[in-house]
């Protein structure tokens, strides 16, 4: 005889690593997320595991390498955001930007340079 009852939500999220809350490669805080539990707790197991066997920085390491960054990391508005956006002109460009940068430069050293007599 089975059991018909309805089964338990399984998860659909994918382990990414964190960018957004991450100390050394987003690794600790990517697992966290992804089993919802305190990243603290996640990296006070890993810091032990390292120390007692090491097979915690092979696995780390192995992690590091293979996880990709959460693409959502920095849509969340409740989340710390470690980047900033560049803004030039009317419309943002960068191309904008870099000419106003340049601009400012110039302007800046002619100011600065003294007159030859």
């Given at each position: 005889?089975?059991?018909?009852g309805?089964?338990?939500?399984?998860?659909?999220a994918?382990?990414?690593?964190?960018?957004?809350n991450?100390k050394?490669?987003?690794?600790?805080?990517?697992?966290?997320?992804?089993?919802e539990?305190?990243?603290?707790?996640?990296?006070?197991?890993?810091?032990?595991?390292?120390?007692?066997?090491?097979?915690g920085?092979?696995?780390?390491?192995?992690?590091?390498?293979?996880l990709?960054?959460?693409?959502?990391?920095?849509?969340?508005?409740?989340?710390?955001?470690?980047a900033?956006?560049?803004?030039?002109?009317?419309?943002?460009?960068?191309?904008?930007?870099?000419?106003?940068?340049?601009?400012?430069?110039?302007?800046?050293?002619?100011?600065?340079?003294?007159?030859?007599?």
């Amino acid at each position: 005889m089975t059991n018909q009852g309805p089964s338990p939500a399984r998860r659909n999220a994918k382990l990414y690593k964190d960018p957004a809350n991450k100390k050394i490669g987003g690794v600790a805080a990517g697992v966290a997320n992804y089993f919802e539990i305190d990243v603290t707790l996640v990296r006070v197991v890993w810091a032990l595991a390292i120390l007692v066997g090491g097979f915690g920085l092979l696995l780390y390491l192995v992690l590091w390498a293979i996880l990709e960054d959460d693409p959502g990391a920095y849509a969340d508005p409740a989340r710390p955001v470690e980047a900033t956006a560049v803004h030039g002109g009317d419309d943002g460009s960068l191309e904008d930007a870099h000419e106003e940068i340049e601009a400012e430069t110039f302007a800046s050293d002619l100011g600065d340079t003294p007159t030859e007599s």
